[in-house]
């Protein structure tokens, strides 16, 4: 079983940073595949970017590559959202997310755990 709590949202103006951490429980975080999800008002949840268990390999959405970046420390059972130049269209409930298998990590169903997610609003 692994427990994900989410950090580090919050209110930006557009072209600001924030940097979202979500915690796990459990002594082998550093199996999983990490994945960062986010859900605007009205729409589907999506895939942001995900990062192998050894953190050698990551993922992004087309509509942040270039401005956000994923890292992980295993050590601290954390994984880490680095944000930049923020747009409101970014504007969403980011959640954080576990994956054992690692085998389609845009994919939402092939996640185990979920954490409550952490609201992130981007002024224009």
């Known amino acids: 079983q692994v427990q994900l709590v989410e950090s580090g949202g919050g209110l930006v103006q557009a072209g600001g940073s924030l940097r979202l951490s979500c915690a796990a429980s459990?002594?082998?975080?550093?199996?999983?595949?990490m994945g960062w999800f986010r859900q605007a008002p009205g729409k589907e949840r999506e895939f942001v970017a995900a990062?192998?268990?050894?953190?050698?390999?990551?993922w992004y959405a087309d509509s942040v590559k270039g401005r956000f970046t994923i890292t992980r420390d295993n050590a601290r059972s954390t994984v880490y959202l680095q944000m930049s130049s923020l747009k409101p269209e970014d504007t969403a409930v980011y959640y954080c997310a576990a994956d054992l298998r690692g085998l389609g990590v845009k994919i939402i169903d092939e996640y185990n755990y979920w954490g409550q997610g952490t609201q992130v609003t981007v002024s224009a």
């Open positions: 459990g002594n082998i975080f550093s199996r999983y595949t």
């Open positions: 990062i192998r268990w050894t953190g050698s390999i990551t």
